[in-house]
């Protein structure tokens, strides 16, 4: 069983318990955490929670839970402070220990990072990703704080779990306590390095007093700040041991602090791209060392094991993507595996958006009570046909054929994926790639017949005797309508990405949405991507990647883009203010590192011989460019809906072909798989 990734599949003594495999599921907010709230309690995490401990995972942190009010993120987010409360949380233990899983409570104290006015710090100052200015802890009030978190864990203990994480990380309320880049203190908590860790040593400490031998304690430590004056490598190690002394169980990795200007989990970082941070310091402490950030394939995970960086593997999203990725990979079916493409757009945008957390790529995460029969069998099997296999057109017709419908699958083109076939090539996205692998293969599974270079037309369908028909047909670019629109310098971003227009030196680009900054990014970049070469990554963004200045920060180099380039929009509104909440100022960085100009307000006179001329504010301006790349949006391509209706053959029309905007994957899919639900 454990032949094709021994180290991942092994087993690791704790001591006093035993991991089945050396898998963490890495701590995440979900949103179900509020369900404490509700008469139905925590029903929603425990149904979450019970699908991952199924799947195979060997030890689940839960998302972080307050151990006081003043800790929590956000105003109805998870504390526990009360036994009643401790156990209302049974029914997610029971849920994983049903399982054979091993369940972990991560305490969090955000300190400056609460979204609510009862927000502490070590110091003040506000963070810079908050809205509310901290009150500055007294050193009672310090003292009452370690209580909390002791009271925590001995409640966590009551609440069933084998153990806790404490957090330690991330720039939440330990991490503020000690760098100095947040704690300013003159008193037994501040000053010299030793004062300022005496925090979580004692919250350690006392957690172990308290709890006894016989319980997990994790303790996240950040090994590499990522902000001006945090800690510095020796003072990490000191941490590290000193926490070992204190009693930890096992040490987890953090990296980089939420306000930090650096990627670290996002989809252009590359693969275990900072598990070198944690073989760093293996040899310094004896406690098992749990690496972290974009593993999300076995390979990944064996390799890192396999190469001495860790002893254990941490991955949050992925197991949002798919709860029996553990369990595959046991089976040798790592080619089932729905592989997490470190979007962010489901899962960290939505809780920054205070929204439940799901997947792009698998919408039952997060709603598995409420979609616990997505693919039970349907009432009556039909015979249909899916038109377009583009995102939502797959996963149409892999939710039809796991419930049993008769599904063929018509694509015009020559390969499944539809716009997802761009938005691969496009530098740091190439993990998109493994979303039509994953869909190739539940296609085959699920005896979908596809048809491939097809154009289905009312009169096939009719012909072919399906009872319904799912249009998923996509989308069009919007055409423009300025002088010179026609030039032959004005070329469709389609023209670019897929058909490889050659580009001139000189380039603008009419629209600054997603596509227009993905068109911007693939033009601007020349070379290996560096998402795929971490050391390309860490000096392109200025990581210390020997980790010895202070936070990890070197200056940023200079980059030299392939071409010029202007990015324009009609919109006075800031460039790029529809991507992803938490992705979207990394590329609007990157495009300004690139010398990328955006120019906003911008209306659009004509294209000729001599270039592109603009009028801003009143001014005209030309621009010397060779090539005009239109980006300005989409419009939906649904031609068969009224045919089909002629015909009276019931059709459902989904993705880009019900609405067009953004060309949003994450609604397509959902949309689509949650119509084959009902149907």
């Known amino acids: 069983m454990t032949a094709k990734f021994p180290h991942m599949l092994s087993a690791l003594d704790l001591g006093f318990t035993t991991l089945k495999n050396r898998v963490l599921m890495g701590s995440m907010h979900t949103g179900l955490e509020t369900g404490m709230l509700k008469p139905s309690g925590l029903s929603e995490m425990a149904a979450y929670m ?9 030890l689940i942190v839960t998302g972080g839970v307050a151990p006081n009010r003043a800790g929590r993120v956000s105003p109805f987010a998870l504390k526990l402070t009360y036994k009643w409360e401790a156990q209302r949380h049974r029914v997610v233990t029971d849920a994983v220990h049903a399982h054979d899983g091993k369940i972990c ?54 609440g069933g779990y084998d153990g806790v994480e404490v957090m330690g990380s991330e720039g939440y309320l330990i991490n503020q306590f000690i760098v100095q880049h947040t704690n300013k203190r003159t008193d037994e908590w501040g000053g010299p390095y030793e004062n300022r860790i005496r925090f979580p040593l004692e919250i350690v400490r006392r957690m172990r007093a308290a709890v006894g031998r016989d319980f997990i304690i994790i303790f996240r430590l950040s090994m590499l700040d990522l902000v001006q004056n945090g800690s510095t490598w020796d003072e990490i190690v000191l941490l590290a041991k000193e926490l070992e002394k204190a009693g930890v169980t096992i040490i987890n990795t953090g990296i980089g602090w939420h306000e930090a200007r650096i990627p670290t989990i996002a989809t252009m970082v590359p693969r275990a791209g900072f598990a070198w941070v944690t073989k760093k310091i293996k040899g310094e402490v004896s406690v098992p060392l749990c690496t972290t950030n974009r593993i999300n394939m076995p390979h990944v995970a064996e390799k890192v094991l396999a190469d001495g960086c860790a002893d254990m593997v941490s991955m949050a999203r992925p197991f949002l993507a798919d709860p029996d990725f553990v369990n595959k990979a046991a089976e040798g079916r790592v080619d089932e595996i729905n592989t997490c493409i470190g979007c962010n757009q489901a899962c960290l945008d939505h809780t920054f958006q205070a929204k439940r957390a799901t997947c792009l790529v698998n919408p039952q995460a997060g709603y598995e009570l409420q979609l616990k029969d997505l693919y039970a069998p349907a009432k009556s099997a039909k015979k249909l046909a899916v038109v377009g296999a583009g995102p939502a057109g797959l996963a149409a017709a892999v939710t039809a054929a796991k419930k049993g419908h008769a599904v063929t699958l ?28 994953y869909f190739q293969r539940a296609l ?84 290996e991507s560096t998402a795929l070469n971490v050391d390309a990554f860490l000096k392109e963004w200025g990581v210390d990647s020997k980790n010895e200045v202070r936070g990890g920060l070197l200056p940023l180099p200079d980059l030299k883009p392939a071409r010029t380039v202007y990015l324009l929009q009609r919109k006075t509104s800031k460039s790029g203010k529809g991507l992803g909440k938490t992705t979207g100022w990394i590329h609007r960085r990157m495009l300004q590192r690139k010398h990328v100009e955006t120019v906003t307000g911008v209306e659009y006179v004509r294209v000729d011989d001599s270039g592109f001329t603009i009028k801003v504010n009143g001014q005209l301006r030309l621009l010397d460019v060779d090539h005009v790349v239109i980006c300005a949006g989409q419009v939906p391509l649904r031609d068969l809906q009224d045919s089909l209706k002629a015909k009276n053959i019931p059709c459902h029309v989904v993705g880009g072909a019900d609405k067009a905007a953004e060309l949003d994957a994450k609604r397509a899919i959902r949309q689509a798989t949650l119509l084959l639900e009902q149907l």
């Open 444 to 527: 085959e599974l699920n005896n979908v017949q596809v048809k491939l270079n097809t154009a289905a037309s009312a009169d096939s369908l009719a012909a072919g005797g399906f009872q319904e028909v799912v249009l998923a047909t996509g989308v069009l670019p919007r055409k423009v309508n300025f002088e010179g629109s026609d030039h032959s310098k004005c070329v469709s971003y389609v023209d670019v990405l897929q058909n490889k227009v050659k580009l001139g030196q000189k380039v603008a680009i009419v629209g600054a949405g997603g596509i227009g900054f993905d068109v911007a990014e693939y033009i601007t970049h020349e070379g």
């Open 410 to 437: 018509f694509e015009k083109a020559g390969q499944i994926g539809g716009q997802f076939n761009m938005a691969k090539i496009i530098p740091g996205k190439e993990e998109f790639s493994e979303t039509l692998r």
């Open 105 to 158: 409570m991560q305490i969090l104290h955000s300190g400056r990072y609460a979204y609510h006015p009862f927000a502490v710090a070590p110091s003040p100052g506000k963070s810079p990703i908050s809205l509310f200015k901290p009150k500055v802890l007294s050193s009672k009030e310090v003292h009452d704080t370690i209580d909390d978190y002791v009271r925590a864990a001995v409640l966590a203990r009551e």
């Open 50 to 58: 019970e699908a991952r401990a199924k799947g195979g995972v060997g």
